[in-house]
């Protein structure tokens, strides 16, 4: 069932605020809002001031981007979640050897890359306790994230702070 849209959210590749939110308190968080927002404010009191966190994937739009296989397809606990904190201050997070395109969009820290970014390990063992699946975080700037949307039609949840994509 969709959300009624509301006419001043904000549309990202066709999903309103409210659909992506509902996806991703449905499918990361058992149906229960108070967990997600509990995620939201472990981002919050942990990144750099002025850094916004949002939510890519599969648990904002339901399917994997490459194949369209639902969210947590192999099993339960199996999707992780893509967080990315946009701005300066959680690029310089990273270690140079740490990006796909030096001090402007990192790897994800993972269990394949994670020491690219020590600082962030605390969170993201937290936040993976929460959850009970991986959780993968990026660091970028505000202007991959617009390309990210309007030119690749892949949209984000904020879940903190805001993205300037203007």
């Given at each position: 069932?969709?959300?009624?849209?509301?006419?001043?959210?904000?549309?990202?590749?066709?999903?309103?605020?409210?659909?992506?939110?509902?996806?991703?308190?449905?499918?990361?968080?058992?149906?229960?809002?108070?967990?997600?927002?509990?995620?939201?404010?472990?981002?919050?009191?942990?990144?750099?001031p002025g850094t916004a966190a949002v939510l890519?994937?599969?648990?904002?739009?339901?399917?994997?981007?490459?194949?369209?296989?639902?969210?947590?397809?192999?099993?339960?606990?199996?999707?992780?979640?893509?967080?990315?904190?946009?701005?300066?201050?959680?690029?310089?997070?990273?270690?140079?050897?740490?990006?796909?395109?030096?001090?402007?969009?990192?790897?994800?820290?993972?269990?394949?890359?994670?020491?690219?970014?020590?600082?962030?390990?605390?969170?993201?063992?937290?936040?993976m306790k929460m959850v009970g699946r991986p959780v993968n975080i990026?660091?970028?700037?505000?202007?991959?994230?617009?390309?990210?949307?309007?030119?690749?039609?892949?949209?984000?949840?904020?879940?903190?702070?805001?993205?300037?994509?203007?």
């Amino acid at each position: 069932m969709t959300e009624r849209r509301l006419p001043e959210e904000t549309v990202r590749a066709g999903l309103s605020e409210s659909e992506m939110r509902a996806n991703v308190i449905r499918l990361a968080f058992g149906g229960d809002p108070r967990r997600y927002e509990e995620f939201c404010e472990a981002i919050h009191s942990a990144i750099p001031p002025g850094t916004a966190a949002v939510l890519r994937g599969s648990a904002v739009t339901g399917f994997r981007h490459g194949d369209n296989a639902p969210f947590d397809a192999d099993g339960p606990g199996t999707s992780d979640l893509d967080l990315t904190l946009v701005g300066a201050e959680a690029v310089a997070l990273y270690k140079l050897e740490g990006f796909f395109i030096p001090k402007i969009h990192s790897r994800p820290v993972s269990a394949k890359d994670p020491d690219i970014a020590p600082g962030l390990l605390p969170l993201r063992d937290r936040l993976m306790k929460m959850v009970g699946r991986p959780v993968n975080i990026q660091g970028t700037r505000d202007w991959i994230m617009y390309l990210r949307e309007h030119v690749m039609s892949q949209p984000y949840l904020t879940l903190c702070g805001k993205v300037e994509t203007s």
